[in-house]
């Protein structure tokens, strides 16, 4: 026997002891052959098909539960070729070549093994570079983001520091004669918000409750009254003390004034009723008017130059008109005296002088108001007199004391402000129930629904010079506007005041609101577009 027959007989030998067949039969059977020849396999008397070697590693596969590894396979079947390289030379040229072509595979393998794990970690780094690439653009962008929105946040800044320069501009033109006695002290917004006030402190004398400040159109004077009975005025551009003060017996409860002939009127509760000339010097002396009217609650100029003067109150039902002669004196009595309500609804009787106006005698009963008359208003367009009642209803009237219009209904409680749009096409009115009402004076109706936002009394409404415009206020210490139009609020309600606020005013051209309350402070706030 040769020796490579030898070497691949014994190789078969420790297979075939090494998977522990039981006995030959067993093995022949798992290879498929008979027990004999597998004898003579063994022996080296027979030599083996090379498909013999594949059926051997399957049965070894199987009888052992694990793959033959690749280092056994080769070495059996090198061992397997040498013995029949002999024999069988083409069939061992053949499996020289698979042979070469194997290690020539393993050692492209390997090649592309290495060429893969090199990509893998070029790979890897690039990965890593362009997360960090990606994270650097993220972290850009996010500075892009806060650059515009630092971008937008400076030019909304930039905007409102126009604005609140435009506002500057728009008080120092309406307020210019106040600027050396008013303490103007910007107020930061609560909110984001278009309203930026100015606020005023105008009160030199810290005593006393303040009722109400009025400030005279043309800017140089201030009269601020109080519930102590003492009317006080400031000229601001002169000193910052009271120049002049008056005592009253009781409280001073109204006071307006006005244009043209630069008066003022105040009144108080024991019914006297004063005409101040705060131009005449502080050695003028005031001139009462003798009026019949207990507990007055309102005084109001009619919008002419004639001086026509209406004062009503709550001590009686009685509503009279004042003018002065042609010299400037006033009369001793009133001009038009006219009773608003009459208990027996009978008229006077015959020969009773209830007043005189242009020279006429005349004599008016009619059913008015039930209760007395918290407000007044002139129309200034037709002349027409708006009475505002305790009893909730809006009354209109000539300069003669005839009704001119049904009586306005729809406040459930006392109405306490009322005001004529300039045009006079249009009233506002404001209650203690809270709401602010607005009326067609001619069909005596109303033009919508109430505007209720204020949560207290509305002690104060004022229409603004185009009209476009409605400000309201009043013991929720709020200023509201509204658009007289829409019948809806405009803005967010105005807030500062500490208390009450007692007055509302729009500059003459419509850009800034005033506004005065029981905090002792006048205050200026930029209107809305309507």
């Known amino acids: 026997m040769s020796e490579p027959v030898l070497a691949f007989v014994l190789r078969l030998r420790e297979l075939y002891e090494e998977s522990g067949w039981s006995s030959l039969q067993a093995f022949a059977q798992a290879v498929g052959y008979s027990r004999g020849t597998i004898s003579r396999f063994l022996s080296g008397e027979r030599q083996p098909k090379a498909s013999f070697l594949d059926m051997l590693f399957a049965a070894m596969e199987d009888r052992m539960g694990c793959p033959v590894t690749e280092a056994v396979r080769a070495e059996t079947r090198r061992l397997y070729f040498e ?13 020289r070549m698979e042979e070469e072509f194997r290690a020539a595979r393993d050692e492209l ?85 278009e309203h930026w006030p100015l606020t005023g402190l105008v009160l030199g004398d810290r005593t006393g409750k303040t009722e109400e400040i009025a400030l005279s159109p043309n800017g140089t004077l201030i009269a601020r009254v109080g519930s102590e009975g003492v009317l006080r005025f400031w000229e601001p551009a002169a000193s910052r003390s009271p120049v002049r003060t008056l005592h009253h017996d009781r409280p001073i409860l109204a006071l307006d004034f006005h244009v043209g002939r630069r008066l003022l009127a105040t009144a108080c509760q024991d019914g006297s009723v004063w005409l101040w000339k705060p131009a005449a010097g502080r050695s003028a002396q005031p001139e009462r008017l003798r009026s019949g009217i207990r507990d007055v609650r309102a005084v109001a100029f009619a919008p002419h130059e004639d001086g026509l003067l209406a004062i009503a109150g709550l001590g009686g039902r009685v ?18 005296r006219f ?50 009642g ?39 009115s404001g209650g203690a129930d809270g709401t602010v009402r607005l009326w067609d004076p001619i069909s005596a109706s109303p033009t919508g629904p109430p505007l209720t936002a204020h949560t207290r009394s509305v002690r104060c409404v004022s229409f603004s010079p ?26 967010e309600p105005l807030t500062g005041h500490h208390g009450p606020v007692t007055s509302v005013s729009f500059a003459p051209n419509g850009g800034l609101l005033s506004t005065t309350g029981t905090d002792r402070t006048l205050r200026l706030w930029p209107t809305p577009t309507a």
């Not at 929105?149 to 309406?174: D, G, I, P, T």
């Not at 209830?354 to 059913?367: A, K, L, T």
């Not at 209109?396 to 005839?402: E, F, I, Y």
Request: aromatic content about 6%; charged content about 25%; glycine content about 8%.
């Open 83 to 95: 013995s029949v390289r002999l024999k069988a030379p083409a069939e061992y040229q053949l499996f």
């Open 109 to 193: 393998q390997q090649r592309l093994d290495k060429q893969l794990q090199a990509h893998d970690t070029d790979r890897k780094t690039l990965t890593g570079q362009i997360a960090e690439l990606t994270a650097n653009l993220r972290h850009m962008e996010q500075e892009r983001q806060d650059l515009l929105h630092r971008s937008e946040h400076l030019a909304e800044q930039a905007r409102a520091e126009r604005e609140r320069r435009k506002f500057l501009e728009q008080v120092l033109e309406e307020a210019t004669r106040l600027q050396d006695g008013l303490v103007l002290v910007p107020t930061p917004p609560q909110h984001s918000s």
């Open 319 to 336: 509503i009279e008109l004042w003018q002065p002669d042609r010299d400037g004196t006033w009369l001793k009595s009133p001009s038009v």
């Open 339 to 388: 009773v608003v309500d009459e208990d027996t609804g009978m008229p006077p009787p015959p020969g009773t002088r209830v007043g005189r106006f242009s020279g006429h005698q005349i004599s008016v009963s009619f059913s008015g108001h039930t209760k007395g008359v918290d407000a007044l208003a002139f129309s200034p367009a037709t002349g027409l007199l708006a009475t505002a």
């Open 390 to 428: 305790i009893d909730g209803t809006i009354r209109l009237w000539d300069v003669v004391g005839k009704p001119a219009a049904r009586p306005l209904r729809g406040h459930k409680d006392s109405v306490h402000a009322i005001a004529f749009s300039p045009d006079g096409h249009r009233i506002v």
């Open 466 to 491: 185009d009209g476009q415009l409605v400000a309201s206020a009043g013991d929720d210490a709020t200023v509201r506007f509204w658009s007289p139009t829409d019948h809806r609020p405009l803005g």
